[in-house]
């Protein structure tokens, strides 16, 4: 037998260790759009919470709300109510988000495969993302805009590397 010299981790290496993993876990492009992918269910139900999209607690409120459910005009060429449009939209909107979280999830598989496209995908989804966060902050309420800005920002960051990957 030799004497052979085994040496032990210490605490401070194997802390590292796992800290690099971890940053580098997340660091990675397919992480970063799959991380993407769950802020987008997030913002899905967050958008389903304000189900019906409207609250009929205040007199003037009901009132608002009843007469968009029962004034009826022509709309190319169909009649309808503001509330089908107002309550069909919030719906729209919201199958939107989640089938644009199953494309990021999917196409995450495909990321190492052709990085410069899907680069090009991400970096569309980075500005959309950007433009949706000002609306939201413009419009509607801070935090969209706060889900909306980080997904941004983290699409950027995988824009980028994936579009140094040669």
Not at 39 to 60: C, D, K, M, W
Not at 66 to 95: C, D, P, Q
Not at 139 to 155: A, D, H, S, T, V
Request: with cysteine; proline share 5%.
């Amino acid at each position: 037998m030799k004497n052979e010299i085994v040496e032990l981790p210490s605490p401070a290496t194997s802390k590292n260790k796992i800290s690099n993993g971890l940053s580098g876990f997340f660091g990675s492009p397919v992480a970063l759009m799959r991380l993407s992918a769950i802020l987008f269910v997030g913002l899905t139900a967050g958008h389903l919470s304000a189900y019906p999209f409207a609250r009929e607690n205040a007199p003037l409120e009901k009132q608002l709300v009843g007469s968009m459910k029962h004034v009826r005009f022509e709309f190319l060429g169909e009649y309808t109510t503001y509330w089908n449009l107002y309550f069909g939209w919030g719906i729209f909107i919201a199958v939107l988000l989640l089938t644009l979280a199953f494309v990021l999830w999917f196409l995450a598989d495909i990321a190492p495969l052709t990085p410069r496209r899907i680069g090009v995908i991400t970096g569309l989804l980075s500005a959309a993302s950007f433009a949706c966060a000002y609306l939201s902050y413009r419009f509607f309420f801070i935090p969209p805009f706060l889900l909306l800005l980080i997904i941004g920002l983290i699409m950027l960051k995988t824009a980028i590397q994936l579009l140094r990957k040669v």
